[in-house]
């Protein structure tokens, strides 16, 4: 294996707080509501999803820009929820070992940068791709196939580490070697993925050749 092809939210990042406080916001400011569990479903998540989870369950008038508008606007004043997982420890010891890194995420291109410089991961990642750079996002693999175009990889020899089945679905659909790691244990993996929880991927990447075995 040659290279890492990392998701970002909730897999580098936890930014689902904030996420949540902007939606919340976001509707509170249009007069609109949601089920409890409408977070839940919709987790891994393109923006695009979830405006039409938001036209089917609510009243909302908005365009889908409209509606990226003002969820972004209240999306940058919530720097201070954005928190790096100890997943993202793992980036320093990958580019020791000569390891090719790429994201690939369903946030739009503001909302990746944004994020990766909060958390001060971006020099990692020459290459990024997000939901805007492609026609269809996760759980097709348009996104892990163009990241692994961009760093000259065959997607054989790439590894996907996601947290959501949506985003799992999309790796293994790219006939990439693809790790399952979720933030929240009750969640299924797609089958054909690898399972590891967050403090036994070190561990997992050294089965697979990427860092040395202890």
């Known amino acids: 294996m040659r290279a890492v092809l990392w998701d970002l939210d909730g897999t580098l990042v936890d930014s689902e707080p904030a996420h949540e406080l902007a939606f919340d916001a976001a509707i509170a400011e249009l007069g609109l509501s949601v089920p409890a569990e409408f977070h839940d479903r919709l987790l891994g998540a393109s923006e695009d999803r979830v405006y039409e989870a938001l036209v089917a369950q609510t009243a909302i008038t908005l365009d889908r820009a409209g509606w990226r508008a003002v969820k972004w606007r209240h999306y940058r004043e919530t720097a201070d929820r954005i928190t790096r997982l100890s997943q993202a420890d793992l980036l320093a010891p990958l ?28 020099r990692y990642f020459p290459v ?71 403090g036994k991927l070190a561990g997992l990447f050294g089965r697979l050749g990427l860092l040395p075995q202890e």
Do not use: W
């Open 128 to 198: 990024t791709v997000s939901r805007d750079d492609v026609r269809r996002g996760k759980p097709d693999p348009e996104g892990y196939l163009l990241a692994a175009e961009r760093l000259g990889v065959p997607p054989a020899d790439c590894v996907v580490v996601e947290d959501s089945p949506t985003g799992a679905a999309a790796g293994l659909a790219a006939g990439m070697t693809t790790i399952f790691c979720p933030q929240i244990p009750t969640l299924k993996p797609p089958a054909g993925a690898l399972i590891a929880s967050p």
């Open 95 to 122: 580019a020791n070992a000569g390891r090719d890194m790429a994201l690939v995420s369903n946030s739009t291109r503001a909302e990746v940068e944004h994020n990766l410089s909060v958390a001060g991961l971006a």
